[in-house]
């Protein structure tokens, strides 16, 4: 092996230990916040597999939404919710999870357009007070302090489930922070569309105005990348062929091209993190 490659990867090694020290370890206290069942296994599988521990918090599980629907046939929400909230159980069991619901109908069973993000502020004032108080519940006779993760959506995409998840997580960030710690996923397969992608960041910026952002970035070598893949065909009833492959589940960044997850980290955050 050449000098400069042990000097590679050293360095590697010394990037994968900083970034576990940025992090933390994995928590039940943590939660990971899904606009739909698959959303975090899609976005965060990797990361929410190797932390082991938190809450998943899936804000519209009910749902009518599967790929494998027959054309003309009527559609049964309560089976589609079913069948969805099995994949869950698997889900969330490969990762460590416990599974966490509120009771909100997602675009498809609200019969509403789901990418048409001009809904999203009246969505976020109707989720609004039951997702803050499943949040703030849990730390209501805790201290602040230590602070536990919260992972929230960008809402890249446009999805109007996750614009309203994000736009309530925004409007609360004040009083969230004093809690948690806050950071927000590039939601897959949608950031792995360039376009979908920065546009998302765009608002996301324009929303977080103030705040100092900073991205992080988890590499998946060849065995992660298998592993996120098996996590993803879990969710079978959401998949087709155009998304079946590890290209759709990483963020379509022009400065790191390898699989990857991603998240976006408020400076200060960090920084306090590294002492």
């Given at each position: 092996?050449?000098?400069?490659?042990?000097?590679?990867?050293?360095?590697?090694?010394?990037?994968?230990?900083?970034?576990?020290?940025?992090?933390?370890?994995?928590s039940k206290e943590d939660i990971f916040l899904a606009p739909h069942s698959d959303d975090i296994c899609f976005s965060l599988s990797h990361l929410a597999k190797i932390r082991g521990a938190g809450t998943l918090l899936t804000i519209f599980p009910i749902s009518q939404y599967s790929t494998d629907q027959t054309f003309g046939n009527p559609i049964d929400i309560e089976q589609i919710t079913r069948k969805r909230l099995s994949e869950d159980t698997a889900f969330t069991a490969l990762c460590g999870l416990t599974p966490g619901?509120?009771?909100?109908?997602?675009?498809?069973?609200?019969?509403?357009?789901?990418?048409?993000?001009?809904?999203?502020?009246?969505?976020?004032?109707?989720?609004?007070?039951?997702?803050?108080?499943?949040?703030?519940?849990?730390?209501?006779?805790?201290?602040?302090?230590?602070?536990?993760?919260?992972?929230?959506?960008?809402?890249?995409?446009?999805?109007?489930?996750?614009?309203?998840?994000?736009?309530?997580?925004?409007?609360?960030?004040?009083?969230?922070?004093?809690?948690?710690?806050?950071?927000?996923?590039?939601?897959?397969?949608?950031?792995?569309?360039?376009?979908?992608?920065?546009?998302?960041?765009?608002?996301?910026?324009?929303?977080?105005?103030?705040?100092?952002?900073?991205?992080?970035?988890?590499?998946?070598?060849?065995?992660?990348?298998?592993?996120?893949?098996?996590?993803?065909?879990?969710?079978?009833?959401?998949?087709?062929?155009?998304?079946?492959?590890?290209?759709?589940?990483?963020?379509?960044?022009?400065?790191?091209?390898?699989?990857?997850?991603?998240?976006?980290?408020?400076?200060?955050?960090?920084?306090?993190?590294?002492?």
């Amino acid at each position: 092996m050449l000098a400069r490659d042990v000097l590679n990867i050293s360095r590697m090694n010394k990037l994968e230990s900083l970034k576990k020290l940025i992090l933390g370890p994995g928590s039940k206290e943590d939660i990971f916040l899904a606009p739909h069942s698959d959303d975090i296994c899609f976005s965060l599988s990797h990361l929410a597999k190797i932390r082991g521990a938190g809450t998943l918090l899936t804000i519209f599980p009910i749902s009518q939404y599967s790929t494998d629907q027959t054309f003309g046939n009527p559609i049964d929400i309560e089976q589609i919710t079913r069948k969805r909230l099995s994949e869950d159980t698997a889900f969330t069991a490969l990762c460590g999870l416990t599974p966490g619901y509120l009771n909100f109908h997602d675009s498809s069973a609200r019969a509403e357009l789901p990418f048409d993000a001009r809904y999203a502020y009246k969505l976020a004032d109707k989720i609004q007070v039951d997702l803050i108080r499943a949040l703030m519940r849990p730390r209501i006779a805790q201290a602040s302090k230590p602070k536990y993760w919260l992972f929230c959506p960008s809402a890249i995409g446009s999805h109007v489930d996750h614009a309203a998840v994000l736009l309530t997580i925004v409007r609360n960030l004040h009083l969230l922070r004093m809690h948690y710690r806050v950071a927000f996923y590039e939601d897959l397969h949608y950031a792995s569309n360039p376009i979908f992608r920065a546009i998302g960041l765009n608002i996301l910026e324009k929303l977080l105005r103030g705040y100092k952002l900073e991205y992080f970035c988890m590499k998946l070598n060849n065995e992660a990348q298998k592993s996120k893949m098996q996590a993803v065909n879990l969710y079978a009833s959401q998949l087709t062929p155009k998304i079946s492959s590890i290209k759709s589940y990483t963020p379509t960044n022009p400065d790191f091209v390898l699989p990857h997850e991603a998240l976006w980290l408020f400076q200060d955050e960090k920084l306090h993190a590294l002492g």
